[in-house]
Each structure stands twice: as structure tokens, then as C-alpha cells.
């Protein structure tokens, strides 16, 4: 009836966890994530991740958004900088500049803002960034 493995053999491994902020939820203040994460809920305040974002059609992030990739289908005003793939999905509508090292949109994504891509884009604009601030 029950397993009888237990509960401190769970392989809990860092990389693989994956974090959810659920609709209904608001969240004021920076978030930063090694594992997956996705916003269904709202997001005011900018959101870095290592691995991929995912914002849901339900989802509101104010705020700027970096990670390696990123799928978009619900709404975002602020930059998006993005190493590998960004997907703007269904409905989407971002107001903000994006760079990323690829783009791809569906028709009825709605963007307003700069295009900056390539693969040397995200990693060009951290130098830049970085030399400022020395």
C-alpha cells in the first residue's frame, strides 16, 4: 500500500528544482533562481534565472527579465535579456527592449520595443555593462 522507500532517499538535486508563483499571487521585490521558474501570478520587480523562465498567460512581470531562455505568454514591461531562445507566445505584449540570442514570435504576440540578437548580443551587453561599473 505504501512504498517503502523513504522520504530522505529523494534525490533532491539543486539543478533540477523548478520554482511556481501561482495566479493569485504578488510578489514585490527582486526574485533570482537557479532551477526552471515560472510566474503565473505577478511579478513587480525584476527576475533572474539560470535556467529557463517561463511567464504564463496569467502572468505579470514589471520588471526587467534575464536568464539563459525564456517563454513569454503573459505580459511584461522591462528589458528581457536572454543567452539562448526567447519565445513570445499567444497574447503575449511586451513593452521593452529585448536581447537575445534567438527570437521567435507567433503572430499574435504583440512587442513594442528594440530587437537586439545574436549570439554575442546578451554576452556583448554584459562587458559593456560590467566595464561601466568598474
Known sequence: MFNSK????????????????????????DMESNGDIRIDG???GNLK?????????EGVVEGNIEGLQADIMGHV???????????????TQVNGDIYAGKLQVEPTAVFNGNCH???NVVELKKEVANAINL
Open 6 to 29: 523513504s522520504r530522505s532517499s529523494f534525490d533532491a538535486n539543486p539543478a533540477s528544482d523548478s520554482t511556481m508563483i501561482g495566479a493569485g499571487t504578488t510578489i514585490n521585490g
Open 42 to 44: 505577478i511579478l513587480k
Open 117 to 119: 540578437m545574436g549570439a
Open 77 to 91: 514591461t522591462g528589458t528581457i535579456k536572454v543567452q539562448e531562445l526567447l519565445f513570445l507566445h499567444g497574447k
Open 49 to 57: 534565472g539560470k535556467a529557463k523562465i517561463i511567464i504564463g498567460a
